[in-house]
């Protein structure tokens, strides 16, 4: 079965911990992305990389940090600077072509506690 | 920079009723347009998109979405909603030229089907 799967669903960190989500995808796709989604603001991008070694920062990158050794995995790091971190955050992959679609995981809750 | 703009937070509806979720764009180049769907505590599902030519867009589940080049709008459409049609609907657009596939997408808008 072909996706993106995310762990965990949920997750729940102290004030000043970070937590790394995870992302993996096995749609042989060179684009990911994460996305941030806070209600009534939609989906604001954190980070992206279109090739193995290679990310780019978003909109909104700060607080945040990804790796991309592999073209299969891209985890996200919300680190003790983000300042505001309880949000959905949903990973996504696409062939990186701007007429194709975006394929996203089913997301991870993160709280702060 | 483009933006998007979906017009209604919440729309409420009854079961079989027809119903429209609006979508407005800006942007100073051309940009290929999406409709997701998001169902609670899920990620996003793509509905449909618009690329070129005809300008009326079918979708999955019966909806359809037509694009307005001169109102710069994508809005959504189905003729008879169903309960099961419950769930978040975002707009996002991404522009033609780029090679990132990034996507810029709308607020949301909830549709709550009520029998």
């Known amino acids: 079965d072909g996706g993106i799967t995310q762990s965990p669903k949920y997750l729940f960190r102290k004030e000043g911990q970070n937590v790394t989500l995870s992302c993996e995808q096995n749609?042989?796709?060179?684009?990911m992305y994460w996305y941030r989604q806070d209600p009534g603001q939609g989906l604001r991008l954190i980070y992206y990389?279109?090739?193995?070694?290679?990310?780019q920062k978003g909109d909104i990158a700060e607080g945040y940090s990804v790796s991309r050794e592999k073209k299969e995995s891209f985890p996200l790091t919300v680190t003790s600077a983000q300042k505001n971190p309880t949000a959905f955050y949903l990973c996504?992959?696409?062939?990186?072509?701007?007429?194709?679609?975006?394929?996203f995981g089913q997301g991870t809750r993160l709280t702060v506690v | 920079a483009q933006s998007v703009t979906q017009l209604d937070s919440q729309v409420p509806v009854f079961e079989e009723a027809p119903v429209e979720l609006r979508c407005n764009y800006s942007?100073?180049?051309?940009?290929?347009l999406f409709w997701y769907v998001q169902y609670p505590n899920q990620g996003l599902q793509l509905l449909l998109k618009?690329?070129?030519?005809?300008?009326l867009v079918k979708g999955i589940n019966g909806f359809e979405a037509e694009f307005n080049k001169s109102q710069t709008s994508f809005h959504l459409r189905k003729p008879s909603v169903h309960i099961s049609d419950t769930a978040e609907y975002f707009c996002?657009?991404?522009?033609?030229?780029?090679?990132?596939?990034?996507?810029?997408f709308g607020q949301g808008t909830t549709l709550q089907v009520k029998p």
């Open positions: 749609l042989n796709h060179d684009a």
């Open positions: 996002a657009v991404s522009q033609t030229s780029s090679n990132t596939g990034k996507l810029i």
């Open positions: 942007s100073s180049v051309s940009v290929y």
């Open positions: 996504a992959s696409s062939p990186g072509t701007a007429r194709t679609e975006a394929f």
């Open positions: 618009y690329l070129s030519g005809s300008t």
């Open positions: 990389s279109q090739i193995v070694n290679d990310f």
